[in-house]
């Protein structure tokens, strides 16, 4: 074992091996030894004080990334600069220049948007040329990257093999930053929702079709079983509640969540936005045992979830999501 | 992107990628069709060549060499024609066609929805589309291409069975306009909140819904002149030319808007199609 690896980080860079490998394998995916820690932290506008605010937090978690190659995958959704449909390009590239700042060997932006194919033009719209320098340079549109077939670990829909894109398979860390948003399927969309982005449109159409035939909580929780090296940084600024993804109104959170473990920290943010976790179907098919997603079980850094708590709508259909307290 | 651009993205292996990378199926056709458009030979034979290659034995095509399922991008393929492809591997792919819908509108599929009492009208199975996917549900963007390859392929060979697949992809897309004029993916109103028109599609959906006469289709046209003006997506403006343009409602001395980047071989390839096509030389419907 590398002598800088803890046995957990051991455990999934070995899974993340035999996955890539193509090898049948019934390791499950690597269980937190320690109690999972999320930070939620207070962040009220898009602005300067952002890049301070991103260091803050990749130093609060610990995080070693030295020589290590990042992907941060955001949230693209839609041509609408004035909403809050997708994930802030300020916030991407704070966390960009952070991670850069820790030593990264190199930090790629990668998205595979869901429902429009001309991604570039996507992220031109929604201000991330402007905002990010070069940022053809470090962008790769996982519609059409290149790809790998796999056989997920765990499979909890039918889907016996995926194609999954090789910059997201390669990644020394997968940095899933979605918006805050409720979801018109799935009650909310969060780090582990955020992953469909991975699934090559080139390969499954748009939107990934394939994934809604297969279940949609099943999906995500098989994605989540996929990728081990982790790490998850919720952009709750404003986020979008109502009829989310795409059609609901902008809520402002005010909070950056962050964390390892990408159930905690989607759990955490449920209980932020008023929903209950334990009713949200990818997150107890991930979970397993549901203790995980408990809030006794989650160590919570920074604000407490009732300082910033901000109950967001939800159409009539995920009323039963309320979280009641 | 220039055209010597253009073929200097071709791989060693003759296919194109849409910007990096390995090939894939989808920008290779579109690549040749443009070079095809201003006579290069050269590259084109490389990429006719790579497209053999990976034609798989259900008469459809993967999206790029290496995956093991045949897609959408058969369409595609097949709207290159017997001459550019070969004979059978062309009438196996209109096959291939003519034997894929949407899932929803299976029989089974339907049965299972009706005993569930989930049917709507949109799912009635009378006018199935075609899927990203086999056993997927039918959406906007396959649905259009499939119809382009098999109107011409009825052009070329007349056939009850091909014709009507076509009009039955016709009033799929019709059944899903938005309300707003135009198309968006796919459902006009997912989960009864409507859906709004993106002009990509609602371009590609006009071209393939030529020779339709419809209010739905007047209504769709003002909505693709209006994203014509507005839009700056090269992607969108390719297809929004196109379907102007075969129901003539492109304005005369159409030219994209200055500072409008085409990023990709897609973009790059089809805005050479587009021009050829609005000097008289249409390889769509030629």
């Known amino acids: 074992m590398h002598p800088n690896l803890t046995r957990r980080q051991w455990i999934a860079g070995s899974a993340g091996a035999a996955f890539l490998s193509g090898c049948k394998t019934n390791l499950p995916p690597a269980a937190p030894a320690d109690p999972p820690r999320v930070s939620i932290v207070r962040a009220p506008a898009y602005d300067q004080s952002l890049y301070a605010t991103m260091r803050g937090i990749l130093a609060g978690h610990g995080l070693d990334v030295r020589g290590r190659t990042v992907v941060l995958k955001p949230n693209l959704v839609e041509f609408e600069p004035q909403s809050t449909i997708n994930t802030h390009p300020l916030l991407v590239h704070a966390a960009r220049e952070a991670f850069l700042a820790a030593g990264a060997a190199s930090v790629q932006i990668a998205e595979g948007p869901g429902h429009r194919r001309n991604t570039l033009d996507l992220a031109d719209a929604a201000g991330y040329f402007r905002t990010i320098p070069k940022f053809e340079d470090v962008f790769v549109d996982l519609n059409f990257d290149d790809v790998t077939r796999v056989r997920p670990l765990i499979q909890f829909s039918g889907i016996q093999k995926l194609y999954l894109t090789n910059t997201i398979l390669g990644a020394g860390l997968l940095v899933s930053m979605p918006k805050m948003k409720t979801h018109h399927l799935v009650g909310a969309t969060l780090s582990m929702k955020n992953l469909f982005g991975t699934v090559p449109g080139g390969i499954y159409g748009w939107p990934k079709n394939a994934l809604h035939w297969a279940g949609i909580p099943e999906s995500i929780a098989d994605l989540h079983a996929v990728y081990p090296r982790k790490f998850a940084i919720v952009d709750g600024i404003v986020g979008m509640d109502g009829n989310g993804p795409i059609q609901g109104d902008p809520k402002a959170a005010g909070v950056v969540v962050s964390g390892r473990d990408s159930l905690a920290v989607d759990a955490t943010c449920c209980r932020i936005m008023g929903i209950d976790p334990f009713r949200i179907g990818y997150l107890r098919l991930a979970a397993a045992d549901l203790t995980r997603i408990a809030e006794q079980s989650i160590v919570q850094t920074g604000e407490t979830i009732a300082a910033v708590a901000a109950p967001f709508k939800l159409i009539p259909e995920f009323q039963h999501l309320r979280l009641v307290t | ?286």
């Not at chain 2, 973009?267 to 609005?278: C, G, K, N, P, R």
């Open chain 2, 1 to 286: 992107m220039s055209i010597e651009a253009l073929i200097g993205r071709q791989n060693p292996d003759g296919g194109w990628p849409y910007s990096r990378g390995g090939s894939w199926t989808e920008p290779t056709v579109y690549a040749i069709m443009g070079l095809l458009s201003v006579d290069e030979s050269k590259s084109v034979q490389r990429g006719l060549a790579w497209l053999g290659s990976i034609a798989r034995r259900d008469g459809g095509w993967p999206p790029r060499a290496g995956v093991d399922m045949s897609t959408w991008v058969t369409a595609l393929v097949a709207i290159l024609g017997p001459r550019n492809i070969g004979d059978a591997p062309y009438r196996r792919a209109i096959h291939w066609l003519l034997d894929t819908i949407g899932e929803e509108s299976a029989f089974v599929y339907r049965l299972r929805e009706w005993l569930l009492g989930n049917s709507t009208p949109e799912d009635d199975g009378r006018f199935p589309g075609w899927p990203w996917v086999p056993s997927n549900a039918g959406w906007v963007v396959p649905t259009s291409i499939a119809i382009l390859a098999l109107d011409k392929e009825d052009r070329r060979q007349p056939s009850d069975r091909v014709r009507r697949r076509v009009d039955a992809g016709r009033q799929f897309l019709l059944r899903r306009t938005c309300d707003d004029g135009g198309w968006n993916y796919g459902s006009s109103h997912p989960l009864g909140y409507p859906s709004h028109a993106y002009p990509e599609t609602t371009g590609l959906a006009l071209a393939a819904l030529r020779g339709v006469r419809s209010r739905r289709v007047d209504r769709a046209l003002v909505a693709a002149e209006r994203f014509l003006a507005e839009c700056r997506s090269a992607d969108a403006l390719n297809w929004l030319r196109f379907g102007l343009r075969v129901h003539g409602r492109l304005p005369a001395g159409y030219c994209t808007p200055s500072g409008v980047e085409f990023r990709t071989v897609p973009e790059a390839s089809l805005d050479l199609v587009m021009t050829a096509a609005e000097q008289g030389r249409d390889f769509f419907w030629g």
